[in-house]
């Protein structure tokens, strides 16, 4: 992988099936298409092996865009 190669990785987590429901409503593709595309990326847990923080993306865009400003808050300089 590639982590190594920045300062701060953030994963985002969620549950399968929400990201396959995501999929069938943004990207037009066949349920058996957005499985097989979840399917091949990296696990949840090979995801948080790497990441320095991770994300709840399983409530909602409200609800993670919420952990974002909190997390930016808390950790980005102001001026940045």
């Known amino acids: 992988g590639q982590g190594h190669d920045y300062d701060l990785v ?7 099936e929400t990201r396959v429901e995501r999929m069938l409503a943004t990207r037009g593709l066949t349920r058996d298409e957005a499985v097989a595309r979840v399917s091949s990326q ?7 092996a790497i990441a ?5 993306g399983g409530a909602g865009v409200d ?8 997390f930016w808050a808390l950790h980005v300089p102001s001026g940045a």
């Not at 320095?52 to 709840?56: E, G, N, Q």
């Open 63 to 70: 609800e993670l865009r919420r952990q974002v400003d909190e």
């Open 52 to 56: 320095d923080v991770v994300l709840d």
């Open 42 to 48: 990296a696990s949840d847990a090979d995801r948080a």
């Open 10 to 16: 953030i994963a985002i987590a969620a549950p399968v």
